[in-house]
Structure formats: C-alpha cells, structure tokens
C-alpha cells in the first residue's frame, strides 16, 4: 500500500498537470471526436464485410458449409453471388474504403467548432484542400475510364471521367489516413486563423445566414485550398514524390511499425489504468494516440480479409485488440470483478453494486463500478485494475502472434459488444478467438478474486475492531 501511496504521490506530482493538458487540447480532442464521428460508417460498413465473409461468399465460414450440398450450391450461390455480394461490397467501397474522406470532414468540423467557428465551411474547406493534395494519374486521350467495380471486388482505382483523371482508392482509404489527418489539421487552422482575422465577406444583414456564411467562407477557404495545391505541386512536380506517398513513407508507416510492438501496445493500455485509476478517462485521454496508430491498421486488415481471406491478414494489433480481448466489461476488465464479487464476496455493499453492474457491464460500460466500489484511488484494486489489461493483451497476443491460434482481427465491432462475441465477430467468425476471449475474461476473474477475499477480510478486521472499541 505504501508503494501505492507514493507512486500516486508521484503521478499527481508529474504525471497529472501533463494529462490533464493533453485531455484538454482542443487538436487531439478533434481527433478523438473525429474518429468517434465516423463509427456509424464505418459499423455499417464492417457489418456487410462481416455478412459477406461470414455468410455469402462460397469459401466464407458458414457459406462454404452450405455449398456442400447440392441445391444451395447449384441455386441458391449463384443467385448470391450475382445481386447480393456486389450490393454488400459496394457499400464496402462507400464506406470503409474512403474512410480518410469521412474522418477528414468529422476532425475538421470538430476543431472549427472547438474555435467557434463555421464547421460546415472548414469541414469542405478541408475536404477540397485533401483532394487537391493527391497526385492526380492523367490517362491518356481515348483511354477507358469506367472503371467498373467488378463482382470479385478487384478493382483497386477510381476512374474520373471527367477529366480524364485516376485517383487510386489506397488514397482515400486506411493507407491514406495520416496524410488525412494531417492536411484536417492544418486546412482548418489556416481557416480559422483567416476567419478570425476578417479576412471574409461580409454580406449585409438582410442576407440569409446560410447565405452570408458561404460568402464569409470563400477567402479561408480559398487560401487553404491554395496552399495545398501549391504543396502538391511541390511534392509532386520538385521534390519528385507525392505529399501523401512522402507523409507515409516518413511517418505512417515508421508510426504503424512502432505500434505492432507488443511492448508499445502495452505500455499505452497501462497509461490508460494509470489515468483511470487517479480519476481520469485515461481512454478518452489515449484515443487519440491508439486511434492514429491502431485504426490504419485495422482498416488494412480488412481490405486483406476481403481479398484473400484469413490468411491474407498482416497485422496482430488493431484498435480493437484491447476491447476483444482485454478489457471484458469495460476499462479495467472489470466485468470480472463484478463475477469475483458474485463468487467470494460477503460485503452485501458489493454484491448490491454488482447486481446494478451486471448488465451494463456485458455491453463493456462500467462507470458503476469504477465510481461506485470505487476503483479510482482504491488502493486495495489497483494491481487487478491496471495490470490485468496489459496480462489479457499479452496473452492474446501471444495466442495470435507467436502460437497462431487464433484468427487476426478483421472486423470493426462496437466497443459496446459484449465479451466473448466480439472476438467471434471482429475475426470474421473465427471460434478459436471466441475462446481465447473466453480465456482471457476467466483470467480476469482470476485476477480479481485474491482481492475481493482480500477485501472480505478487511471488512471483518474493521467489525472486530468496531466490538473491541465498545
């Protein structure tokens, strides 16, 4: 407990006054708002991943079981293959293969708004100044520029007929998103900066507002929308290499590698406990982080699933790594707790609070137990609290990269899905990962009960004390 003591002692001391200015910067909040904007797409868009290699494709999990008998495989499947599959893969390509779109549109209006600023007009602002910065393939007079998404998906570019111009799809999607990020940042920083400035149009008063402010947004928008054509150029043109190639090359990919670490996941989901454990949201406080580092991945993941299958899958640790198999219950694994109070303990307080946190605790939200047994400065559950996570991430890790036991995730779930199910769901169906989840959360409960039995013992130490004082 003493270690306890003056560890805490030494986080408030160093530790806090730094996280509670990261919690507050308005740039990583726009990023971590950003990133929760585009869930519903990009939900909607894992969920027809996950129909189409779970059930309609013929070499998926339930669909090739199915083709073992006659009349599906000779009626129904090529009436699947032929209408159902392209519908499920075109919303595929609507959403989650032009993520970095989205996500540009969500951080921008995000950060314009925290400056109380027009969101809408940096939010489009941002979104021109994207595209004028990828390198633009003009093809040659006479060329075909349909491009057609054929039924097997294959087809990997986007053909502007217009102008006769290719923008490949890795540019809008997952590979993309560094560079997305980073030009949502700036173009709206150049907006805003030119907004508050004056440099608008001011139209009178008896203009409708909608109106007047299209008029005020054309010279940020302008200026924005410049300067990232003229850093095209630049890239393009000069430095011989195109601004998003550059950005990823530099440091999306050198970013991405440091995060397939084991030691670096690790270390970020501690952080997080930490933060919890003295009374911060210490996951709203390293989503930003986990979020620039973990979703690209996740999205390569998928677009591998979608092409090659299981096998075709490269990287272990994605974003919702730590919610499949770490964080059972919400942060803290805590829905294990709430079983070991079930199972060992005798405080009535305990199993009362236990019963109001059962069901939101099997849709991983737990500020019920974390506020109220509570675990924020309790000294008695800080090691189950912080270190079983990073036990849980370990061993998971260890079970999918090291002995490969279980499938890579390839699947976005809800963190809101409950333990167990999101490990079938995130790995397309795959029942090993199920049960190395299910390992994982008896784990937790393991890990929790020497505490609960320990508390059990403090409460009947405080009553024989309470005798002995009348």
Known sequence: M???????????????????????????????????????????????????????????????????????????QPTLSKYIEPVLLRINFGTLAIITVFLVVSISYNLAKSYEVDGLGAALSSTASYFVILAISRITEGADATGAVDAAGKAIMLKIKTDGALIPFSDLGSTAMFTGIIVALIATEIFV????????????????????????????????????AIISVIFTDFIGTPFKDFIEQMIQNPLIKLGQSPFTYIFMVLLAQLLWFFGLHGSNMTDPAMNTMYKPPLYQNIDAFNKGGAAAVPNVLTRNFLDVYAMHGGSGATLGLVIAIYLFSKKQEYKELAKLATAPGLFQINEPVIFGLPMVLNPLMFIPFVFTPAICVTIAYIFTAIIPFADKIAAETAWTTPPVLGAFLATNGDWKAAVLALGTFLLSIVMYAPFIIAANRIGDEDEVAAESMK
């Open 2 to 76: 003493n270690f306890v003591n003056k560890l805490g002692d030494w986080l408030e001391k160093h530790v806090m006054p730094l996280a509670t200015v990261i919690g507050g910067q308005r740039h990583l909040a726009a990023l971590r708002d950003g990133f929760i904007a585009t869930l519903a797409i990009n939900m909607i868009g894992a969920m027809a991943s996950l129909i189409n290699n779970v059930l309609i494709r013929d070499w998926s999990l339930i669909g090739e079981q199915l083709n073992k008998i006659a009349f599906y495989k000779e009626s129904i």
């Open 193 to 228: 900066k030119v907004t508050k400035a004056g440099w608008v149009i001011k139209m009178p008063e008896q203009v409708p507002p909608a109106v007047s402010r299209a008029f005020s947004a054309v010279f940020p928008a302008g200026l924005s929308i410049m300067v990232f």
